[in-house]
């Protein structure tokens, strides 16, 4: 059974950074996805960013400030936030892709005040 477990939100002021990381345990397979989402009060869950073995893929918000990174050795996905917005306020969730379905961590709270 794959569980992800995210950690690293937390309360920060405009303009400031946060590194979001998530640990994956169970079978992951190097050449499936991983990626976060995330999802603000009152709104559906969007996508943030993922990454493969090729490439990296972004939301157009976050560009030029949030970079996705990936340790397949630990089985660990990082997320840093730099010139953070009240926007990106949300709770952000790690996702793992795989066939015929995909697993979530329990989210971690992001919170950023202006």
């Known amino acids: 059974q794959v569980q992800l477990v995210e950690s690293g939100g937390g309360l920060v002021q405009a303009g400031g950074s946060l590194r979001l990381s998530c640990a994956a345990s169970?079978?992951?397979?190097?050449?499936?996805?991983m990626g976060w989402y995330r999802q603000a009060p009152g709104k559906e869950r969007e996508f943030v960013a993922a990454i493969s073995r090729r490439t990296a893929a972004y939301v157009d918000s976050v560009k030029g400030r949030f970079t996705i990174s990936r340790d397949y050795a630990k089985n660990t996905v990082f997320l840093q936030m730099n010139n953070l917005k009240p926007e990106d306020t949300a709770i952000y969730y790690c996702?793992?892709?795989?066939?015929?379905?995909?697993?979530w961590g329990q989210g971690t709270q992001v919170t950023v005040s202006s």
């Open positions: 996702n793992y892709k795989t066939y015929p379905r995909d697993y």
């Open positions: 169970g079978p992951i397979m190097n050449n499936n996805d």
